[in-house]
């Protein structure tokens, strides 16, 4: 069975730092690409860019270019989105999603809520 | 960019009738290269529908998608009380990726 186990809840602090995680099993996940998707209180759906971890190819949409950065560990089975100083306006559910061999999101974590605070 | 428009931004019906969800994009949708998803409160979204008009795996026939160009449409032909969710399409012909804002159905 394909899953994909995010990391919990984070609650943080303007100015910080932080790396969420999404662990896939199930399937050969150096092989299929992984999306993020930002999804904002009450918002709807944004992609925020995808990462191959074959080879660590990555892909942004213009919207997060340089907010955000995409890595991954193939050898864990592991995508990660991090941050290098959160805002208040990153207050959002992540959610990693894998990529069909067509490109549409097949499957979707269970999504890692992010609260920036002061 | 492609923009997707979906509408209306709300549906209200009952169970039972048929549902119709629009989702226009600004440009032709490369390869008809869309999907449709279902969100429910407090879940993350699931995969309905891709290649405009594939159901995905485990997705009952009610649900049927159809268009191609810049105009596609979701039908749920008989609306289960658990159809009541938030559905999206999404291109993914180009990049970026992008989605429409949302369509919520809900009960009448």
């Known amino acids: 069975e394909v899953q994909l186990v995010q990391s919990g809840a984070e609650v943080k602090k303007p100015g910080e730092s932080l790396k969420i995680s999404c662990k896939g099993s199930?399937?050969?996940?150096?092989?299929?690409?992984i999306a993020w998707v930002r999804q904002m209180p009450g918002k709807g759906l944004e992609w925020m860019g995808i990462?191959?971890?074959?080879?660590?190819?990555?892909k942004y949409s213009p919207s997060f270019q340089g907010q955000v950065t995409i890595s991954a560990d193939k050898s864990i089975s592991t995508a990660y989105l991090q941050w290098s100083s959160l805002k208040a306006s990153d207050t959002a559910m992540y959610y990693c999603?894998?990529?069909?061999?067509?490109?549409?999101?097949?499957?979707w974590g269970q999504g890692t809520l992010v609260t920036v605070s002061s | 960019e492609i923009v997707l428009t979906q509408s209306p931004g709300t549906l209200s019906l009952s169970p039972g009738e048929r549902a119709t969800l629009s989702c226009r994009a600004s440009?032709?949708?490369?390869?008809?290269?869309l999907a449709w998803y279902q969100q429910k409160p407090g879940q993350a979204p699931r995969l309905l529908i891709y290649?405009?008009?594939s159901r995905a795996t485990g997705i009952p026939d009610r649900f049927s998608g159809s268009g191609s160009g810049t105009d596609f449409t979701l039908t749920i032909s008989r609306l289960e009380p658990e159809d009541f969710a938030l559905y999206y399409c999404?291109?993914?012909?180009?990049?970026?990726?992008?989605f429409g804002g949302g369509t919520k159905v809900e009960i009448k």
């Open positions: 440009q032709s949708v490369s390869s008809n290269y």
């Open positions: 999603v894998r990529l069909s061999y067509s490109g549409y999101f097949d499957y």
């Open positions: 290649g405009a008009s």
């Open positions: 199930g399937y050969s996940f150096p092989s299929y690409w």
């Open positions: 990462i191959y971890p074959g080879d660590s190819d990555t």
């Open positions: 999404q291109q993914y012909g180009s990049s970026p990726r992008t």
